[in-house]
């Protein structure tokens, strides 16, 4: 790092004495005996409420099973699941004599006997729950979680919870996630926006620096539990990503030691991976390493009408094929100990790296005053390597476990390299090699981060809590490219300076944040914050003699008001201002001319982009299994960053990016998710939005109507057989300059489970009745038209084995803080 760093870091302090007693007005713990109620006013029916509390650590116990029994049966007569705060209301109760039994896995069970009901409401008050250490030979669950949950600030998708996935990789899960649109390419868009951040375990990774699509294919679906959806971030995470955030979340098992292997064998991928476990007493290890084989082939053509004056003058025809080959790692370890019931150390990894062989052959003809043809066979490979270092330090107040001070640190580097070797040919085709060149690339990002944060909770009772942090995050980037070239078809390679590229960019992000919440007695919750971003850039592109350098600082302010209307609705509001800093790929001058015919290069003086953001939500659950989510959103960004093209005289197109357009996108999402029959499960959601694209420095605007809809279903039969379908269309999408047309897809899948060997088999479908997926573009403007398509296999068919090893017992889990950059383009 050649650039000092500013001493303004740090500047949270503040860890509260840990008190021994707890605070006054604090719950105390309800004796088991008899209670009677008390006159609470008219009523439609009787309710008995409360609260579950860790009796250990003093914290809610989230989704704890409460049922009520009828002593003389024994048998249950109503029952729920506390929510985030522990708390829960069985309604509708007839005078009688009950006991409730409390339970959850890694607790002891709680009864509370005697339970008159007569006439008025029972507030059975805090019940406290002991963690259970005994070990167990097998764990067995009584519930289900559903495949998708929807909490306070995001959408959940469980993806454990979902056979399709078995063999696949995070592609095939994101595919599949409420909100979320991924093209045939990888690529993936929150609500019809490409501006996200992508997290594994809450915080950035190195293998997501190059590239995001490629990035999800090394990390495989066995890996994952679940994908959180966070539209509306708090003033605690990054302010970039105008979208919103995605956070991929890894598997953890409970204490023990347990473990498992699984592999795949399939006509586009092979999978083989396997993970170890252990927990006891005070030290919990994870570790997970995996590799897998890709196969992917297409290919695509194009026709460009070149126009002066509004006639066309010449015209560029393209068409090509490819096949990839490629071979990814990918690992993780972590160690957490705690030195004590409050304070709490851990380090961590993960590690990756991939490697990729592409073969692809284009053909191209050129009529302008003459006619040219020629073709082209490129080899091309790369290689990258990627590690994530993290330490952490938690501690946690006797007075409260939302009382606590985070300390983290994190050290991510990617490094890669890249090379090909390119022969034209004319056409009509003979041995004679007209023009070489070949390449080679080594590029390098460092990136380091420190943060504090705090929470201070003014009430356990009234959950007023104020958050404050810091953070600094230091980027460094460079990479060396240089070209060499034959220009008449000899192995007399000259190196081109036109065409070297070799640059070292740094930049610097400070940021400091308070939020404050709270939850009023009618059930209104408020969350105000904001948060301070000073960004510092220093680059230098030596290839083309460009120093660069920028400084700004943005205020971003966050809202948010939700109201529980009862225990299953809820509504929320959220402001928000978001901003996107433009990464190294827009921002390079580099000169790219490895298709002549088309140049590309990027623009070292781009602005970030600020977006306005606006969501209203709501949510009704019911005891039957059915879900119901719906959201109406507003994004606008005024100074959007937009890939712009250009034709010039000679034919040749030139692209580049450019604060040009203000684009506005505005949309309601509906989730629904309902249970006919106990044993069968439906889910899906459709997506529509408006999509407003306009520049007034090009004269240029676009917009359309857009949707989005995916559908899934599981089946559980007898026999530990099971069955599953989901699919999935998008319809046609906008750019500033054209527009690309939709797309689907649809897979099936079949699960037998062997209990007793702990073996899984399951057989997976992926739209088996077309080979490839074909996504056409247009693109119109004043100096150019072109039409072309691009096609890429889509069928797989696959075969997934998953053997599990070892015994565990349950035991309530600390949580565990995470670096959470969220932040470039």
Known sequence: MKQSIPILFLGISLCAQAQNAPPAGAPQPVPEQVIAGSKSGQQKGIKISGSIMDGTANKPVEFATVALINPLTDKPVGGTTTDERGRFSINNVATGTYRVTVSFMGYEN???????????????????????????????????????????????????????NAGGTAVDVLKKVPLLTIDPDGNVQLKGSSSIKVLINNKPSSIMARSISEALQMIPAELIKSVEVITAPSAKYDAEGTAGVINIITKNQLQGLTGGLNASAGSR????????????????????????????????QSVRQNLRNGQVFSKIEQQSNYRNRGQSQFGSFSVDYDLDTLNRIGIDANFGGDSRTTRSVRDTRQSLDTLREFRRYNNSQNQNRNIDLNFNYNRTSRRSSEQEFTFLAQYNRNNGQSGYALNQYPLPESEVIDYRERNENTNRQSELTLQTDYAYPFSTVKRRLLEVGSKLIVRDVNSFYKLENATDGSLNFQEDPRRANTFDYEQMVWSSYAAFRMRTENKWGFNIGGRFELTSIDANFISTKTRFADRYQNLLPNITVSKRLDDNRRFRANYSQRIQRPSIMFLNPYVNYSDPKNIQQGNPYLSPELAHSVELSYSTFSNNGTTINVMVFG??????????????????????????????????????????????????????????LNSPALQTSNRNWSYQGNINTSLQLPANFSLQAN???????????????????????????????????????????????TIVTMLRTTTFLTDGSNYNVIRNIRLSVNWRFGKMSAAPERSKKKVNNDDRK
């Open 110 to 164: 709680k009864t509370i006997n005697n339970i008159i009901v007569k006439g008025a409401d029972i507030a059975l008050g805090t019940v406290q729950m002991q963690a259970d250490t005994r070990m167990l030979n097998e764990v067995v669950v009584t519930g289900e979680k559903p495949l998708v949950e929807d909490k306070d600030d995001r959408l959940v998708y469980n993806a454990d919870k979902d056979l399709t």
């Open 269 to 300: 991928r092979n999978n083989l991976g396997g993970n170890i476990n252990y927990k006891r007493g005070k030290l919990s290890v994870t570790g997970y390493g995996g590799t897998n084989w890709s196969n992917y082939f297409g290919g695509s």
């Open 635 to 692: 994004r606008q960004t005024n100074n959007a960053i937009e890939r712009i093209t250009t034709v010039d005289a000679s034919g040749i197109s030139n692209s580049t990016y450019r604060n040009i357009a203000r684009n506005a996108t505005y949309g309601m999402n509906w989730f629904t998710s309902v249970k006919p029959v106990k044993a069968w499960n439906i889910s899906g959601s459709v997506t529509i939005n408006y999509n407003l």
């Open 727 to 773: 699919g999935s269309y998008n319809s046609r999408r906008v750019q500033l300059q054209g527009q690309s047309s939709g797309f689907y897809y649809y897979g099936f899948s079949g699960r037998k489970e062997f209990k007793k060997q702990n073996l899984t088999l399951t057989a997976n479908f992926e739209n088996p009745f077309r080979k490839y997926n």
